[in-house]
């Protein structure tokens, strides 16, 4: 059950937060970049598979070794004739048994099913959001965050973050994924930049973090 707000006070939460950090282009400016080069669009892809249930820091680790080994796009990681060292190079980035398959399936759907990110991209919302649920290691915060900052599609992430913004402002008693990702989506304009800019937002508030995870790539 939801505490009672309207669209105009969480805008208005949201314009407070804005204020407070400045604009999240400059806390993260390839999060948050109003254009992106598919080169960017799948490294964001690949750290959002690489960042789950671990630190920033892990997976920017993991990321930096795919670099280092050209191996930084979705297209090369297909290449791989397994996945011992795709396993080795992200290893910093925990679950060395399960991420290199669910990154591998992810980089395998992209390149077989559509030839690339971008054309993926190009499905609606809702469609591009059920087939990243049914690959394999993709839950919901993974695929919407896939889909609003690697796609640009308006879809609102609940992460820890957002669930202990909720918490201490008192906005929602359910802090279930589904209604949660309702409140958002219902009470804010459905723009692509008011999401990520407010996602990214209450991530700064809660943990101070400034910088995106690709700046140190």
């Avoid at 750290?47 to 892990?58: F, S």
């Avoid at 802090?175 to 800019?197: A, M, R, S």
Wanted: with cysteine; glycine share 4%.
């Amino acid at each position: 059950m939801n505490y009672f707000m309207n669209a105009n006070k969480l805008y208005q939460l949201y314009l407070q937060l804005y204020k407070k950090h400045g604009d999240p282009v400059n806390l993260w400016p390839q999060w948050c970049a109003k254009k992106k080069d598919d080169v960017l669009r799948e490294i964001i892809a690949i750290g959002a598979i690489l960042t789950q249930r671990t630190g920033w820091r892990n997976a920017n680790l993991a990321l930096k070794n795919l670099k280092r080994e050209s191996l930084l796009s979705l297209n090369k990681i297909t290449t791989l004739a397994n996945l011992k060292k795709l396993a080795e190079l992200i290893r910093p980035a925990g679950f060395y048994k399960t991420k290199p398959k669910r990154l591998f399936t992810f980089a395998s759907f992209s390149v077989k099913e559509y030839e690339s990110l971008k054309d993926f991209g190009r499905e609606d919302l809702e469609t591009a959001r059920n087939k990243l649920l049914d690959l394999y290691g993709i839950g919901p915060e993974t695929a919407d965050t896939i889909l609003l900052y690697a796609l640009d599609k308006p879809t609102f992430i609940i992460d820890e973050y957002t669930r202990r913004f909720v918490k201490q402002r008192k906005l929602s008693q359910n802090l279930g994924y589904d209604n949660l990702k309702q409140f958002f989506e219902q009470n804010l304009p459905k723009d692509v930049i008011i999401f990520q800019n407010f996602h990214v937002l209450i991530i700064v508030e809660q943990k101070g973090i400034k910088h995106s995870l690709m700046e140190v790539v």
